[in-house]
């Protein structure tokens, strides 16, 4: 049964509960992910994201809702045109490099020789042709988990769903891998991923839903999510010691010279900046808009209110 | 279908280019030598109860006409006979345990006939060691040197068997198909599975299984992985066969093959029996060997769980004495009936003769049963167990889950 909820829509989660026995862990939750999205799918761990993509990609049976995949609950007709990056990924070690690319593109519906270009193809992207014979268990970690985005991303596929894709990659491959991810979405790919990792979110997303404990806590682009946590936060590069004053404002973020100030409901930016002055603070440099989102973050997980 | 050839096909390649694949194949042969050295002490015993049985014999007819056993050794349950016919009919009707004839040219044919009742394979040579004592002790109290030759299985027991008024063949011949049955069953039922209860449990603890499951469908992985393993096994099978192909080839010229092979008996319905207990033997422990790698943690752990099962399986061989006495007593009627055992002791029943048209049919719509069942069980684990990365799925989310499904 096809539905047309959106013509733009690659995902869209309308109300979707899933309980283990009694326990519920994702509740009432509903979010679209739009055609040539990068979105954000965040939260604190435990918050029901990967039981969330695992009931969008059929892995778990949603209690109640819907999770539908290009209109459609998925099947695996669909597995072609998604990459699933899942957080608990592997390889087989004892399996060379090339064969595993070949495989999973195999099953992803590939004929043999596609499958062998588009590996190859591949592996010359990520610097690893040099290693095409080699058995998995002999590469390094951080050439294990290109292998691992490989199998994702081998039938370059409409839709990318990554979860906590640059767990565990040092800051290079980090960079590498937040560069291929803007290639596909450049191409076309809607993107779908999980993170902890704010100032990337920040870098690559759009548009994002916030869970806590299981229930929707923000959702939204990521201007929109952000202004609802005001426009005056001061971003200062400064040099000294900022002094604390809870009546003035409030510090989110404060190291290496960087400090994220909002001011409270009786004070204004330029009262705060002022009170730095007066207190031997050097201001480098300032800007004045929205908090940044791991203060947005921290501020959702801390509340009650959410 | 392509799931399935793609996945069957990776998993034959990744096993036989294994080291290890080929030498437990080669080592195969070795092991199959030691399980006989262990079971030697069953099988001792086996030969004991024949022995005892001869000796337990109620009626022995001798049929003597030129006296060449002398009168002092006839006693009972031995009894002369002159009239050869009635004779052989007391052993048809079954009122007489057995017929010795003693022809009157023995020096020359040093041959004795025996007529018998089959009470099955082990009924074969029964009473040899009674005639060869007998006739060891009539030379001995006849001093006479021309008879020496007859001695220490000199002479030539020719037997010939009746069952239910019937005469019947009891050959070698007509093990040779069950033999290889049993050969085929022990490769794929224990050898094969449990390369799939490695590859199972490499699945999960790999942490591949999430990422198979958005490509493909779990029954796909499984037969996929079952059809792989399948063709393991008749790799292994062809391997077995074609070096035994060779040790006979080769060794032909010194030594007698003690079986005619022209003689096989290939019987199209006992050959459709046997393949349908080793294909569902096969299966119901594929089944168990899912459900025990979905639901452990690690295969080290899956491997040491799987062995109560493995154990439970070969349990009939343990009281294989008793199966070949008393095909069709209580003990083998009711592991006739269990699970894990059913396709193992039905086919030695059959190979016994012990089995009815009606226990086959109502056996084998059991066993299909156990089998649809055992995958039924096994899937819903696989579903339930495929996800626990760190933990053993418990008794009671077993319990409950399948509960919950089936309502």
Request: no cysteine; proline share 3%; net charge negative.
């Given at each position: 049964m096809r539905y047309n909820y959106h013509v733009e829509s690659v995902i869209h989660v309308k109300n979707l509960v899933k309980s283990f026995g009694k326990t519920p862990v994702v509740k009432d939750l509903s979010f679209d992910v739009n055609k040539g999205d990068v979105f954000a799918f965040l939260g604190a761990n435990g918050s029901g994201k990967t039981t969330t993509i695992r009931c969008l990609l059929d892995i778990l049976q949603p209690t109640r809702g819907s999770a539908l995949i290009f209109g459609n609950k998925?099947?695996?007709?669909l597995a072609s045109r998604i990459g699933y990056l899942p957080e608990e990924r592997g390889l087989y070690t004892n399996a060379q490099v090339m064969e595993t690319l070949v495989y999973f593109a195999q099953l992803k519906g590939m004929t043999t020789a596609d499958a062998k270009q588009k590996a190859l193809k591949y592996l010359d992207r990520v610097e690893l042709s040099a290693h095409?014979?080699?058995?998995?268990?002999?590469?390094?970690s951080g050439q294990q988990q290109k292998i691992q985005l490989g199998i994702t991303l081998i039938n370059a596929p409409d839709l990318l769903i990554l979860?906590?894709?640059?767990?565990?990659?040092d800051p290079v491959n980090r960079s590498l891998l937040m560069e291929l991810l803007d290639e596909l979405n450049e191409n076309g790919a809607t993107i779908v991923f999980v993170s902890h990792q704010m100032d990337e979110v920040e870098k690559i997303a759009n548009r994002l839903v916030m869970i806590k404990n299981g229930s929707q806590a923000l959702y939204g682009s990521l201007q929109e999510v952000k202004k609802q946590f005001g426009t005056n936060t001061i971003h200062i590069t400064y040099q000294g010691e900022i002094p604390s004053n809870d009546a003035m404002y409030r510090s989110s973020s404060i190291e290496n010279n960087v400090a994220e100030l909002t001011p409270t409901s009786e004070t204004s930016t330029n009262d705060v900046i002022s009170h730095l002055i007066q207190h031997n603070v050097i201001i480098n440099d300032f800007t004045i808009g929205t908090p940044s989102l791991q203060d947005v973050f921290v501020k959702v997980m801390k509340s009650e209110q959410y | 279908m392509n799931h399935i050839y793609l996945i069957a096909q990776r998993e034959y390649i990744r096993t036989v280019r294994k080291p290890i694949f080929w030498i437990s194949t080669l080592l195969l042969p070795t092991f199959i030598i030691l399980v006989s050295f262990v079971s030697g002490y069953s099988a001792d015993q086996a030969e004991k109860s024949i022995q005892e049985e001869a000796q337990n014999a109620q009626s022995i007819l001798l049929y003597d006409p030129l006296t060449f056993i002398p009168e002092a050794f006839v006693i009972d349950p031995l009894e002369k006979v002159q009239d050869i016919d009635e004779a052989k009919s007391k052993i048809i009707d079954g009122s007489a345990d057995a017929l010795f004839i003693i022809p009157e040219d023995i020096t020359t044919t040093k041959k004795v006939e025996v007529y018998t009742q089959?009470?099955?394979?082990?009924?074969?040579?029964?009473?040899d060691p009674v005639v060869q004592s007998l006739i060891g002790a009539s030379v001995a109290s006849q001093l006479d040197p021309q008879l020496q030759p007859l001695i220490g299985g000199g002479v030539t027991i020719e037997s010939t068997y009746y069952k239910n008024g019937d005469r019947t063949e009891i050959s070698l011949e007509k093990y040779v198909i069950p033999l290889a049955a049993f050969a085929l069953y022990f490769l794929l039922v224990f050898m094969a599975n449990n390369f799939l209860l490695t590859s199972v449990s490499e699945e999960k603890e790999n942490r591949m299984i999430e990422i198979m499951f958005s490509i493909v469908e779990r029954k796909s992985l499984i037969w996929g992985k079952i059809v792989g393993i399948t063709l393991i096994a008749f790799t292994q099978i062809a391997v077995l066969v074609s070096a035994t192909a060779l040790i006979i080839y080769f060794s032909t010229s010194n030594f007698d093959i003690p079986i005619d092979l022209t003689k096989i008996v290939f019987d199209p319905v006992n050959i459709s029996l046997y393949l349908f207990y080793i294909l569902s033997g096969f299966l119901i422990i594929a089944s168990v060997m899912v459900g025990v790698g979905s639901v452990m943690p690690t295969y080290k752990e899956a491997q040491s769980f799987s062995s109560i099962f493995i154990i439970a399986s070969i349990f009939p061989m343990y009281f294989f004495s008793i199966l070949l006495q008393e095909p069709t007593g209580t003990i083998s009627q009711i592991v006739s009936y269990f699970p894990l055992t059913a396709p193992m002791v039905l086919a030695a029943r059959l190979t016994l003769d012990a089995l009815t048209a009606t226990e086959i049919v109502v056996s084998s719509a059991l066993v299909i049963l156990y089998v649809i069942g055992g995958f039924y069980v096994a899937f819903k684990l696989f579903e339930l167990g495929s996800l626990e990365y760190n933990n053993k799925v418990s008794f009671d989310s077993i319990k409950e889950y399948l509960i919950k499904k089936s309502n």
């Open positions: 998925f099947d695996l007709a095409h014979a080699t058995e998995i268990k002999k590469l390094s979860d906590e894709p640059t767990k565990g990659l | 089959d009470t099955g394979v082990m009924s074969l040579g029964k009473f």
